[in-house]
């Protein structure tokens, strides 16, 4: 194929995955919604507006069931991953069980969009919807404790990647980030005719290779950058038998060479809940160690 019918076929492509539609919209959810709580927490959805996507957006809240009048608590926001929303943490894992010991959980929905401000949708801009409305608004609602000491962001697959790259990115924020599975090296991806489709969502997210988005949001680039001294403790998990292995594995070299405050966990299993479920023990042993109440 000629370079010119290669470039015309590919605008093609793109024009058509657009019209598609690269990612879901909230009514197009029809997840089961099962919550696996226990009998010292409660569970309550929120719907507000974000100011950032120009949209009503939900999430989903689980907190002690008994809190002291004026008591303050820590809080952890819980990012999905790809073709989730904010039901999947409660649905899909036993990670109610940490609300009891005096924690707010926090999981938004985040749709297909790897948390990132959008190169390609001006409209989706969903790193601030996390950094600056969610968080006012989950701190305006519950009896969070508005303090970065106070304040983890934690994730799977394309959630893991959110919050290792938002905390490395706001440092001010956050005192403890955890990426299970985090897809890392999606940012640095390049076209295969074998992912297409998987692609073009990733190019409407990112921009088209070696773009200022793409750069602003690698978490290797970053880390290469932050400060360690001032990063927040990091958490890394991947399963022995899952492709992003090898990629996290790079990640937490860089985060050795440079000193950052971080651990690694490999364990058995495979890119699923199951592996990552078996994770949560590790991670928040981890995380009530690296904040305060």
């Not at 926001?77 to 039901?87: K, Q, S």
């Not at 990115?169 to 956050?174: S, Y």
Request: charged share 20%.
């Amino acid at each position: 194929m000629k370079p010119g019918c290669f470039r015309s076929f590919f605008a093609f492509l793109c024009i058509v995955f657009q019209l598609a539609g690269c990612g879901r919209k909230p009514d197009e959810k029809l997840h089961h919604d099962s919550p696996r709580l226990t009998l010292k927490v409660t569970v309550r959805d929120v719907t507000f507006h974000s100011a950032a996507l120009g949209r009503d957006m939900q999430y989903r809240v689980i907190t002690p069931r008994d809190i002291a009048v004026g008591k303050k608590l820590p809080a952890v926001y819980l990012l999905h991953g790809g073709n989730g929303d904010f039901r999947d943490w409660s649905n899909s894992s036993d990670v109610a069980r940490y609300a009891e010991r005096g924690l707010i959980l926090v999981m938004p929905d985040g749709d297909f969009s790897y948390y990132t401000n959008s190169a390609g949708r001006p409209a989706d801009r969903y790193e601030d919807y996390i950094v600056k409305d969610l968080i006012s608004d989950a701190e305006g609602k519950f009896p969070i404790a508005p303090y970065r000491q106070s304040r983890a962001i934690a994730g799977i697959s394309m959630g893991g990647f959110g919050a290792v790259t938002q905390a490395l990115k706001h440092p001010q924020l956050f005192a403890y980030a955890g990426g299970i599975s985090a897809a890392l090296d999606v940012p640095s991806r390049r076209l295969t005719i074998r992912r297409i489709r998987q692609w073009l969502r990733y190019r409407s997210i990112f921009g088209p290779l070696g773009s200022q988005t793409r750069r602003e949001n690698d978490p290797f680039l970053l880390a290469l950058s932050a400060d360690p001294s001032s990063t927040p403790y990091l958490f890394i998990g991947c399963g022995e038998e899952e492709s992003f292995l090898a990629t996290n594995r790079k990640f937490a070299g860089i985060l050795a060479r440079r000193h950052f405050q971080y651990e690694l966990h490999v364990i058995p299993g495979a890119h699923n809940w199951t592996q990552w479920n078996e994770q949560l023990p590790a991670m928040f042993q981890s995380l009530f160690e690296h904040i305060q109440p």
